[in-house]
C-alpha cells in the first residue's frame, strides 16, 4: 500500500485573511500552509498525519505532493520530520488560479513515480479532531471488503451539505449507493459527509486519467466529483467506513474557520481527559410465551429495576479489567472456603462476560466499516442480581457493558440499532461463552421495559431479527418474584426440548406454537387491563411448559415454589430457565401480609419482592419481608420471595 498526502492547495483566503488581520495574532504565520499551521495539542495539522501512516508495517513509501510556491516550506518541514525529501513531488504551480486540482496531482504522483500498487489518499491539511483512532483499522477493512474505500463522518450540527461530499450508505452492505458532492440540504437526508480520505485498488488507478480527461475545467478535478462520476455513474463499488470523528479546514477556508475550530476540537481534548461512564442493565421476568424465544415462537417479557448490572468504564493508559470481589474471587480464607464457594458457585464469574464483549465489539466494529479510536480502558462490574435463577445475570453484564463501549467510542443507535444490538449481545453469549440462550432477554434489556416479541421464522430469515413492540406500562398489575436461595444449574431445564424440535418432534412444535398463541392472548389482556385472563393464561403457560420438560426436569425446587403460590390462589409461572417463578394474585386477602423495609428479622435473607417493572426513566428499590414466610414449608434459606415494583 502507498500513501499520497495532498498538501497541493493554494490556502489564498486563509493566507489573506491572516495576513491582513489587525489584531496581530496571527502575525507569525504569515505565509505559512495552511497544513503547517498548529493544530489539536500544538502540533502541526500535518504532524499528526505523518505520524498517522509513519509505520513500515502498513505503507511501503509515503508521498507527499506540494506546490511550487509552498515547496520549500514542506522541505524545510520534511527534513525536521524524518519526511524523505526525495518523496515530495512538486505540481510546478504557483498560484491559485494555475492549479492542477486534486484529481491530477494524484496522477501525478502515480505517473512520474510509477506506482503499482493500492493506494491511500489523504488531504495532508484537514484538521482532524480526534488524534487517537487507528489507521491499521482503515486497511484492514479496505482489504476485507476488497473494493474502493470512502471514509465519512457524521456531521455536526451547524455543518451544511454544502459543504461536503455527501454520501448515502447501504447499512447492511456498506457499499456507497450515492455520492453527492456538496448538495443542497432539500436534495438528501443524510448527514455523513465523505472527506478527502479514500483506498484505491491498483486496478482502479487508470479511472483517474478517464475521469481528467473528461473534465476540461480545474474546478471539476476535484476528488468528490470523481467520487461522484466513480460510483453514480460508472457504478464501481466503493465501500464506506466511518470514523468516529470528526474533519475540518477542507478546501477553502477564512481564518475565523481556523481559530473556530480549532479552539472547539481543543477544548473537546482538554475537557476530558479520563472520562468515566457508568451504565445499568436490569434483570428481567418472561411474562408469557418463554421458552419459545428460542423456537420462533413469540414472548413477553418485562425488565425489572429490583434487579441490576452495573459496568464502569475509565480512561485509562492499558486496558485493564477487574474482578469483582465476590463473583471473581482470587482470594480464600482456606481451602474448605474455596470448596464451599466453588461448589456452591461454579467457577465462572462476570470477568468472562466482559473479556468477550469487548473481542466482540473490536471484532464487530472491524467488520462493519466503524474504526475506534487508540484509546484504552478500565472496565469493572458490579451486580445484585441473583445468580443461576434464570433473571438474565449475564446478558445483563454484557448489555451494560456494551453501553459504556457505544459511549465511550462515540457510536450511536444509527451505528448499532436497538435490535442488532440485541444480537450482538445473544453472539457474546452464544458465539464466544457457549451459553444456551435465546433472544428474549438480550431484547428485552436492550429496549428495556414492557416488551412484546415475535420472533418467527419470517421476520428471523428476512431480517435477522423479529417484530419489538412496547407495551404500555402505566398501569401493570402487582406481580411478586420468588427464587431459590441455593438453586442448581438453571440451564440444565432446556433439557432435550431443542435437540427434539430440531428433530421435527410434532409435540414440540405444536407446544411452541401454542406458546405463541398464549402470547397474543396475553399481550390483548395486558392492553386491555384484564388480569383475571391474564392470571389464567400465566397459569396455562406453565402448565404447557411443565408438560413439554416434564417436573424432572423442572426440578423439586421449582416445583415447590409453584406448589407454595396456589395455596394463596396466586397465578405463576417460571420467568426464566429455572429457580425463580413469578405470579400474580389478585385476592388482596390471600395475598401476604407485607411491611415497609426492615419488618419481621425472622425472615431475613428470605422474603417477598414485589416487581418493579422497569422503563428507560428511572430505577426505584422497594423490598418487603414476607411474614408468613416460614409457615410455607420452605426456610428463609430456601428461598426469597419478592414483589415487583416499577421504573417509572
Not at 36 to 55: C, H, M, R, S, Y
Not at 366 to 394: C, H
Not at 554 to 569: C, D, E, H, W, Y
Request: proline content about 4%.
Amino acid at each position: 500500500m502507498i500513501c499520497i498526502l495532498l498538501v497541493a492547495g493554494h490556502g489564498t483566503l486563509l493566507e489573506t485573511h491572516i495576513k491582513n488581520d489587525a489584531t496581530g495574532l496571527y502575525a507569525h504565520l504569515t505565509g505559512i500552509p495552511k497544513a503547517l499551521l498548529p493544530g489539536v495539542g500544538g502540533k502541526k495539522i500535518l504532524d499528526f498525519w505523518w505520524e498517522a501512516v509513519n509505520t513500515r508495517q502498513l505503507f511501503s513509501a509515503v508521498y507527499l505532493v506540494t506546490n511550487a510556491d509552498k515547496y520549500k516550506h514542506y522541505e524545510r518541514w520534511a527534513t525536521a520530520n524524518d519526511f524523505p525529501v526525495e518523496n515530495i513531488i512538486n505540481d510546478g504551480t504557483t498560484t491559485y488560479g494555475s492549479r492542477l486540482g486534486a484529481v491530477a496531482d494524484v496522477e501525478l504522483a502515480i505517473r512520474s513515480r510509477g506506482l503499482q500498487d493500492d493506494v491511500m489518499v489523504i488531504a495532508g491539511d484537514m484538521l482532524c479532531a480526534d488524534q487517537n483512532f487507528d489507521i491499521a483499522q482503515v486497511l484492514r477493512f479496505f482489504r476485507l471488503k476488497q473494493g474502493e474505500l470512502a471514509i465519512y463522518y457524521e456531521m455536526e450540527e451547524g455543518e451544511k451539505t454544502t459543504s461536503r461530499g455527501i454520501v448515502e450508505v447501504c447499512p447492511s452492505t456498506h457499499r456507497i449507493t450515492k455520492f453527492m458532492e456538496k448538495p443542497a440540504a432539500e436534495l438528501t437526508q443524510s448527514r455523513l459527509a465523505s472527506v478527502v480520505f479514500y483506498c484505491f485498488q491498483k486496478k482502479t488507478l487508470p479511472t483517474l486519467t478517464q475521469f481528467l480527461n473528461l473534465q476540461a475545467r480545474v474546478e471539476d478535478r476535484v476528488l468528490g466529483k470523481y467520487l461522484q462520476w466513480l460510483i453514480n455513474e460508472q457504478k464501481v463499488p466503493v465501500n464506506g467506513m466511518k470514523l468516529p470523528t470528526g474533519f475540518q479546514l477542507i478546501g477553502q477556508v477564512g481564518l475565523s474557520d481556523y481559530t473556530k475550530w480549532l479552539a472547539h476540537y481543543s477544548a473537546k481534548q482538554q475537557g476530558c481527559p479520563a472520562r468515566s461512564i457508568t451504565c445499568r442493565s436490569y434483570a428481567r421476568i418472561g411474562i408469557m410465551g418463554n421458552p419459545s424465544d428460542g423456537f420462533n415462537g413469540k414472548t413477553i417479557a418485562m425488565t425489572i429495576a429490583n434487579f441490576w448490572a452495573e459496568v464502569t468504564l475509565l480512561e485509562s493508559q492499558t486496558l485493564v479489567l477487574l474482578p469483582h470481589p465476590l463473583n471473581d474471587p482470587t482470594e480464600f480464607g482456606s481451602l474448605q472456603d474455596l470448596y464451599c464457594i466453588s461448589r456452591k458457585e461454579g467457577y465462572l464469574g462476570g470477568l468472562r462476560l466482559l473479556q468477550a464483549t469487548c473481542k466482540k465489539f473490536y471484532q464487530f466494529c472491524s467488520k462493519q466499516g466503524m474504526a475506534l479510536t487508540k484509546q484504552n480502558f478500565t472496565l469493572k462490574y458490579d451486580t445484585n442480581i441473583p445468580r443461576q435463577v434464570g433473571l438474565a445475570g449475564s446478558s445483563a453484564i454484557v448489555s451494560a457493558t456494551l453501553k459504556c463501549l457505544m459511549k465511550f467510542y462515540n457510536l450511536t443507535d444509527n451505528d448499532l440499532p436497538k435490535p442488532i444490538r440485541a444480537n450482538f449481545v445473544l453472539d457474546v453469549e452464544s458465539d464466544e461463552l457457549f451459553i444456551t440462550a435465546g433472544l428474549q432477554d438480550r431484547v428485552v434489556q436492550v429496549y428495556e421495559g414492557l416488551i412484546y416479541m415475535d420472533f418467527s421464522k419470517e421476520l428471523m430469515d428476512k431480517h435477522g431479527y423479529g417484530s419489538y413492540i412496547p407495551i404500555d406500562m402505566s398501569s401493570v398489575p402487582p406481580f411478586w418474584l420468588a427464587y431459590l436461595g441455593d438453586p442448581s444449574d438453571s440451564g440444565r431445564i432446556h433439557s432435550t426440548v431443542r435437540q427434539r424440535w430440531l428433530n421435527g418432534d410434532t409435540d414440540v412444535i405444536e407446544a411452541m406454537k401454542s406458546f405463541a398463541e398464549l402470547t397474543d392472548r396475553a399481550r390483548e389482556a395486558l392492553e386491555s387491563r384484564d388480569w383475571s385472563k391474564l392470571a389464567e393464561l400465566m397459569n396455562q403457560n406453565f402448565e404447557l411448559r411443565r408438560k413439554v420438560y416434564t417436573d424432572e426436569c423442572l426440578g423439586p425446587g421449582n416445583l415447590k415454589m409453584v406448589q407454595i403460590a396456589r395455596t394463596f390462589s396466586s397465578a405463576v409461572k417460571l420467568p426464566g430457565s429455572g429457580g425463580a417463578v413469578m405470579g400474580l394474585c389478585l385476592d388482596s386477602d390471600k395475598l401476604c401480609v407485607c411491611s415497609p423495609l426492615g419488618g419481621d428479622e425472622e425472615c431475613v435473607p428470605g422474603g417477598w419482592l414485589c416487581v418493579l417493572p422497569c422503563s428507560a426513566l428511572r430505577s426505584l428499590l422497594c423490598l418487603w419481608p414476607v411474614r408468613q414466610l416460614h409457615s410455607t414449608g420452605l426456610t428463609g434459606t430456601d428461598m426469597t420471595m419478592k414483589t415487583l415494583y416499577t421504573k417509572t
